[in-house]
């Protein structure tokens, strides 16, 4: 059966009661595969996620994270700091982290190491400009990426990353990637996965795409073979959005 991974990126959105009041609800939902949603939210909600999607199999995790585990780094979170919360995921690499705040491949690579060696789960964020997309380089930019992202990293680690999509022209835009745009990259990442490692790691990787996933796309864009879920952003913030891409992912189960 097909793996999924529903996860939604609340950007900086919410207080901690806000927080609190969505994951209660979110548990309280009780889905079938429980362990294929989670949250990624601002640090600040991340104690009040845990406590409050305790023993409802949802995971949370953060948005970001410094690739070294202590040290001079004034407003920065380490690895160990996400260790001690509990966190199950940390997103790795997102686009407006690339734009407004300098990440580099580089950076990148490193935080997913750090990451997997304190087993939280990396979701590593690749996608092109619609600059990119309009001079047909998409798939050249994001296998650029994805060897520059994965640099140094043996097979079995890689396996334990997950792969979002995200074509910048897509996010927030209210511009979703067709079905078929989105599965030919997700498709296509798989294929440099199986390149650069082998096609059991590729096969075994959850690649998702992200960008305007809504409750009203999401069905189409899930039942393709390799998208194996969403990062949803803004249809992530109201629960009923929320569980309804959840429930399309269950119904294709
Ligand atoms: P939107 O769903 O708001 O387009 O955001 C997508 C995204 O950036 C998820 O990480």
Known sequence: MKKFLIAGNWKMNKTIAEAKEFADALAAKN??????VAILAPFTQLVTL????KGSGIGFGAENVHF????????????????????????????ERREYFAETDETCNLKLKALIAAGITPILCVGESLEVREGNGEQTFVASQLVADFKGMP?????????AYEPIWAIGTGKTATPDQAEEMCAFIRGVMG???SNEVADSMLILYGGSMKASNAADLLAKPDIN?????????????????????????
């Not at 845990?50 to 999607?53: D, F, M």
């Not at 097979?155 to 792969?163: E, L, N």
Request: glycine residues 14%; contains cysteine.
């Open 31 to 36: 889905f079938a595969n429980a362990e294929e």
């Open 50 to 53: 845990g406590e409050s999607l």
């Open 68 to 95: 070294e585990p202590s040290g001079a780094y004034t407003g920065e979170i380490s690895v160990p700091m996400l260790e001690e919360i509990g966190v199950n995921y940390c997103i790795v690499g997102h686009s």
């Open 155 to 163: 097979a079995d680690d890689v396996a334990k990353v997950v792969i």
């Open 195 to 197: 390149g650069m490692y």
């Open 229 to 253: 879920g969403g990062l949803i952003g803004g249809a992530s913030l109201k629960i009923d959005d929320f569980s309804a891409i959840v429930n399309a992912a269950n119904d294709l189960k």
